[in-house]
Nanobody, 128 residues
Framework: QVHLVESGGGSVQAGDSLRLSCVAS????????MGWFRQVPGKGREGVAAISLNGRAGYGDSVKGRFTISRDDAKNTVYLDMKILGPDDTAMYYCAAAQVCHYKNDAPRASESYFPYWGQGTQVTVSS
């Protein structure tokens, strides 16, 4: 059974950085496509980033240049490094896994419908 646990969320000031982590268990992490999503109350989940088995990454337009997704398969962990945070980044952040990455313009696509396995989320709050 796939199990994902996020950590690293918190309350920060605008302009700060934060690193989220997601530890996976119950499957061979190195064979899975991983993604990060976020959601604010009353809205659907937004794809933030996705990373393929060989480390190729894709990003949502709102985070390009500020967020970096990475993976350490030896630790069964995927990371999301977030820089220059602003109030619009306030959300619950979710880690997700899929057996196959879907691509758009040669980059893994963080689209909710492609990811069947989800963590419980970690809250990020950015104050101005």
């Amino acid at each position: 059974q796939v199990h994902l646990v996020e950590s690293g969320g918190g309350s920060v000031q605008a302009g700060d950085s934060l690193r989220l982590s997601c530890v996976a268990s119950g499957y061979s992490h190195s064979t899975y496509c991983m993604g990060w999503f976020r959601q604010v109350p009353g809205k659907g989940r937004e794809g933030v980033a996705a990373i393929s088995l060989n480390g190729r990454a894709g990003y949502g337009d709102s985070v390009k240049g500020r967020f970096t997704i990475s993976r350490d398969d030896a630790k069964n962990t995927v990371y999301l490094d977030m820089k220059i945070l602003g109030p619009d980044d306030t959300a619950m952040y979710y880690c997700a896994a899929a057996q196959v990455c879907h691509y758009k313009n040669d980059a893994p696509r963080a689209s909710e419908s492609y990811f069947p396995y989800w963590g419980q989320g970690t809250q990020v709050t950015v104050s101005s």
